[in-house]
């Protein structure tokens, strides 16, 4: 209970963080620096699809809501991440760590599968979310240009926040 | 193998996930005025493709009836073509191009799309400007007038259908008969009302309709429908219940005419 509740706090902590960095941190119009698809990796595994699909929704759009963007397009991007978790987890962590609903740790699991599993989760919310934000009228070049560079940023960052927000092997 | 319970938590997952990202479109609609755009242009393109799906799956299942229809017509050209071969002693030119006739020109078209819900139906057929459709241009069957061609693209054109309220096409009762105006009577899919016939007119029920030929649009003589009630309208003149040959709901196959003196004409109009 704790745990969750523990768990519950870092993840508004977190939110407060994307959108400081939505609002505060704009390196170039090709990076779009996000760290909302590990947060959702990092929901507890007892959590189903559905709600993380409904977390991921209403953390879309509050993020929407408290920084300068389009209201829903975080949402928008933010929900198919949520609906293809559990099969991604499934493909880097293995079908154990879901059947035992272990939390998903950074020494037992390892850096580079979680990292993999990362960068499938940034690569789908980047690739709905610069669709949505270009709204088909930037050529192709800049989308996967924004997109490149986009997922290497926000890979690099959220492996930042997984590693200091997992919970450490034998911690509860 | 999958469970029964698993395909009931699949379905349920994706009709969440359905029903969370079209909120979040919603949304992104109201909110962008680019993403207004681009999410219309989606839905659409959408709608495009399911109404073009449906509508080929229903012509698949008209096809006997279409089949049917061609082979009486390709009868009746047949016969048509003995019978010149009998009355005149000699076959049609090898060299003869069958694209005009007279003062028009007929091209074939297939219906891409056609409403018929609507007082203002509208009809898009697969010729435009690059096979020689010109705004102006008629699209008739062999049962009648389907419609009016009123802007074209290079491979599409737009037309209104018959069946549009303030659409009106010069008729006339028999071959030789009173000239009236014939338009679609906004109820029923083979109903059309022809007005203005002169009271001394003796009318029979049963008579056939045919285009007049004093338009530019169409070309006199295509059969339209066959008279019905008849009533006194303004004390003045007859309106007539005209049930049309056209099937509405089945038209596939099209022929657009154009006048070739069209402009000839509307520069005399214009004088």
Known sequence: ?172 | MFRRGNIIIFIVNAAIFIALEIAALAMLRNNGQLQNLWISKGAHGFMAGVWGCTEDIRHYFSLKKENEALAGMVFRQAQALRLYREQTGRDIPSDTTFDTVGNFRYIPASVSKTTRNSQHNYIIIDKGSDDGVSPGSGIITNKGVVGIVDAVSRNYSYGRSFRNSDMVISARIGLTGTVGALSWDGIHSNGAVLREIPLHIRLNEGDTVYTSGFSSLFPPDIPLGTTGEYVVENGATYEVKIRLFEDFSSVRYVTVVSNTDREEITELENR
């Open chain 1, 1 to 172: 209970m704790k745990a969750i509740r523990n768990f519950g706090l870092l993840y508004i902590l977190l939110v407060i963080i994307q959108i400081l960095i939505t609002n505060y941190c704009r390196f170039s119009t090709l990076t779009t620096v996000s760290i909302l698809p590990v947060m959702i990796l990092c929901l507890p595994l007892s959590v189903g699809t559905i709600p993380a699909m409904l977390i991921a929704f209403a953390t879309g759009l509050s993020t929407d809501w408290l920084s300068e963007g389009i209201l829903g397009l975080n949402a928008l991007a933010l929900v198919p991440v949520a609906a293809v978790r559990k099969p991604v987890i499934l493909l880097f962590l293995g079908k154990d760590l879901i059947e035992r609903q272990e939390p998903i740790s950074i020494q037992k699991n390892g850096l580079a599968k979680i990292f993999g599993a990362i960068v499938v989760l940034q690569a789908v919310f980047l690739a709905v979310y610069i669709m949505a934000d270009g709204a088909g009228v930037r050529p192709f070049w800049f989308n996967a240009a924004r997109f490149a560079v986009s997922l290497a940023a926000g890979a690099v960052l959220s492996l930042i926040v997984a590693v200091t927000s997992l919970v450490p092997s034998g911690k509860k």
